[in-house]
């Protein structure tokens, strides 16, 4: 998409920490020339307003028909948004997955946000694609005050941003919309597959965690052991848990309680940060080449301590599958809960099942709070919560038959994520590039066909992105 592309042939300092120059030609305007501030709040008239979410794929409408998670029990402080309104998070800003978002829409969104209309100088897209680049990389943290990470309203409004003049904005939308239209059905595709992939991953683990089928240990013509899953003929017993159905008569079900301790340690000094993530379980932050932590956390106890094999899941996105068990010891947020396993628990196991749908649903239902984002399981109610109860080394060979079983999905699933990572980087990258001012897409954009309808322009309803990439960014009264 980039051949051919040249930079321009003259250029000039920006001013700004985290861009050194911009063509000669182009402006720098403060953002109160760009766009202006916004402040109408709903009211009484909440109800005359559609609900929207700024995500990671953008400022949405909610479902209102299948909602998830909890929502507030009045609207009135929200905020008014129009088509073309640009939303801000503009504080917590290194935790926020998304801070930046031009509505489609005309709504209402929680008045923790700022709101802001473009002015007849910028074009709105032009200037959405640069805040884009701008919260990819988090690239405002100069302008960081307080522990909240806040940016005031005046130091942004003061801030800088490049201005192209109006043709050559359109000519660089022009060429991202075209570009973009291109890269999303390409991860569109990729995503459908995936989605295929793990329906199979998920079925398989499901009948073997809950018993529906049976895992046989069996031996190969060369002696060695392996696991294959069969329809059940074990004698079955009603569970008592309307979810579950039937389960083999030797199981037992128990409170998660019987199955973990509540983990409540300070953490120390010098050990990993770890988080919990729905795709990839509990990752440590970045290491050095000996394994130590390149963040330094000035106050460890206000971490907790999380040992190796322990399990820790997120209270506010539990029910969305943010469980897993850690490979190390480290730190986590106080933010999460931390379960010792008790000796007869394989947490490899319950991490299985924590992963269900059936189970998250349960966990939603269990889950407490007056917005939706703020959706939490304490220890308290997940403690109460029944589970599967049976032998350590029936555990083991479920696992062992899952990992056998899964592998070549998993692998599949794994490859398929990595070529779309790398082509949302490119995208992140052109994006870059364009809006800064290093390529000069005038004479390219000029030549690109009018737009078509590309496989991402068509409404897909089976592109079901989650809304767990929905900004967190609701403020607790």
């Not at 002015?119 to 709105?124: A, G």
Request: charged share 25%.
């Amino acid at each position: 998409m980039i051949e051919g592309l040249k930079p321009y042939a003259e250029y000039k300092e920006s001013g700004l920490p985290w861009l050194d120059t911009v063509p000669k030609h182009w402006d720098m305007a403060p953002n109160r020339a760009l766009m202006r501030d916004q402040r109408q709040v709903v009211g009484a008239k909440a109800s005359e307003y559609t609900l929207l979410s700024l995500t990671l794929r953008g400022v949405i409408a909610r479902d209102m028909v299948n909602p998830k998670g909890k929502f507030p029990a009045q609207f009135n402080t929200y905020k008014a948004v129009k088509p073309d309104d640009f939303v801000f998070c503009l504080f917590d800003i290194d935790e926020t997955p998304r801070g930046v978002g031009l509505s489609p829409l005309k709504g209402m969104i929680t008045g923790a946000y700022d709101i802001f209309s473009p002015t007849p100088r910028i074009n709105p897209r032009f200037l959405y694609h640069y805040y884009l680049f701008v919260d990819e990389g988090k690239l405002m943290k100069p302008l960081y005050t307080g522990l909240r990470k806040t940016i005031q309203r005046g130091v942004f409004a003061s801030l800088k941003a490049p201005l192209p003049p109006p043709d050559e904005q359109a000519a660089i939308v022009r060429f991202l919309d075209h570009s973009n239209r291109k890269i999303d059905g390409f991860i569109r595709a990729k995503r459908k597959l995936i989605g295929l992939l793990n329906e199979q991953k998920q079925a398989i683990i499901h009948r073997a965690v809950t018993g529906k089928d049976e895992v046989k240990r069996m031996r190969d013509e060369d002696g060695n052991s392996t696991f294959i899953l069969q329809p059940s003929s074990l004698p079955k017993k009603p569970s008592g848990i309307p979810w579950l159905g039937d389960i083999p008569k030797h199981w037992g079900i128990v409170r998660n309680m019987a199955l973990f301790a509540h983990r409540v340690e300070p953490g120390i000094a010098g050990l990993p940060v770890l988080q919990v993530s729905l795709r990839s379980g509990i990752t440590a932050e970045e290491l050095d080449q000996f394994g130590r932590p390149k963040r330094l956390i000035a106050d460890a106890t206000k971490y907790k301590r999380i040992h190796k094999n322990d399990m820790a899941y997120n209270t506010m996105r539990m029910w969305q599958g943010a469980v897993g068990v850690s490979p190390i010891g480290g730190l986590v947020s106080p933010a999460y809960v931390v379960l010792k396993p008790r000796q007869d628990t394989l947490p490899e196991f319950y991490d299985f099942i924590f992963h269900t749908e059936v189970y998250k649903q349960q966990v939603n239902r269990q889950s407490t709070g007056i917005v939706s984002d703020r959706n939490r399981l304490y220890w308290d109610s997940f403690k109460q919560m029944p589970n599967l109860a049976l032998s350590r080394k029936e555990q083991e060979e479920i696992v062992a038959f899952i990992a056998t079983e899964t592998a070549a999905l998993t692998t599949a699933i794994a490859r398929t994520e990595r070529e779309i990572a790398l082509m949302q980087e490119y995208r992140t990258r052109l994006t870059a590039d364009l809006v800064t001012g290093k390529l000069d897409v005038r004479e390219a954009a000029a030549k690109l066909p009018e737009k078509r309808a590309f496989p991402s322009d068509l409404s897909d309803p089976s592109d079901e992105s989650d809304l767990s990439e929905e900004t967190p960014a609701e403020e607790e009264s």
